[in-house]
């Protein structure tokens, strides 16, 4: 089974832009988690979607959304990209068949740069 | 909120030796997971071993295992003759078992391991 998937892997934008970055999870899982990491900050959860619904919320300004389509596939976006949002970003990917007691599994993430 | 924390920035080893690396947590929850993953230079983060709050034994997988203290609040993982391949920052995470919190993960600050051969 391929694992989960993220592209693209590397990104450069400027102060102001946006940036859409997505996620493939592994075939059959429905759960889709992003995190970003930073060196400053550590791993923070972004927020999580379950068929095609936002299930979970982290401490994140509005400016970061996201999605997930019928496939499961999940798109994030940032708006008005600072230069604090320069960071990893990790999706993680879960079955959630037995009330969630399956382990996540994570993609390769996308490091972002914002100059 | 539940917290995770790993008191430990940095940690080596030699070779073939016996490492143990530390983690605690705080929760008011009874049921939760907790795991630890490994991140190597590639960044793609790796499950090492999980475990389930409501069982007591402790959980080992191969070199990997886990010394699960609940009344302690304590999660530390042993890794037994070391390889030149578990270099890596391990992380130490949490998850609450309640359906409402969903996959989300609490992760600790990350312990950086260096095998010296």
């Known amino acids: 089974k391929a694992g989960v998937t993220q592209t693209p892997r590397y990104l450069i934008k400027t102060r102001g832009q946006q940036v859409t970055l997505s996620c493939s999870p592994i075939s059959g899982h429905r759960s889709v988690s992003w995190y970003q990491q930073t060196p400053g900050q550590g791993l923070q959860f972004l927020f999580e979607y379950f068929s095609e619904t936002q299930r979970n919320k982290g401490n994140f300004p509005g400016r970061f959304s996201g999605r997930q389509f019928s496939n499961s596939r999940s798109e994030m976006n940032v708006s008005t990209l600072e230069l604090g949002d320069s960071a990893l970003y990790l999706c993680?990917?879960?079955?959630w068949g037995q009330g969630g007691r399956e382990t996540q599994y994570f993609g390769p993430g996308t490091r972002l740069l914002v100059l | 909120a539940q917290t995770v924390t790993q008191s430990q920035p940095e940690m080596s080893v030699q070779e073939a030796e016996t490492v143990t690396l530390s983690c605690t947590y705080d929760t008011s929850e009874s049921d939760y997971y907790l795991f630890w993953y490994k991140q190597p230079p590639s960044r793609q983060m790796i499950l090492v071993i999980r475990q389930e709050a409501y069982k007591q034994q402790n959980a080992t997988e191969n070199r990997f295992s886990v010394n699960f203290q609940k009344a302690a609040k304590s999660f530390s993982l042993k890794i037994s003759d070391s390889q030149l391949g578990d270099a890596a920052m391990y992380f130490c995470?949490?998850?609450?078992?309640?359906?409402?919190?969903?996959?989300?993960?609490?992760f600790g600050e990350g312990t950086q391991l260096t095998v010296n051969p």
């Open positions: 995470a949490y998850r609450s078992a309640k359906e409402t919190s969903g996959s989300r993960l609490t």
């Open positions: 993680a990917s879960s079955f």
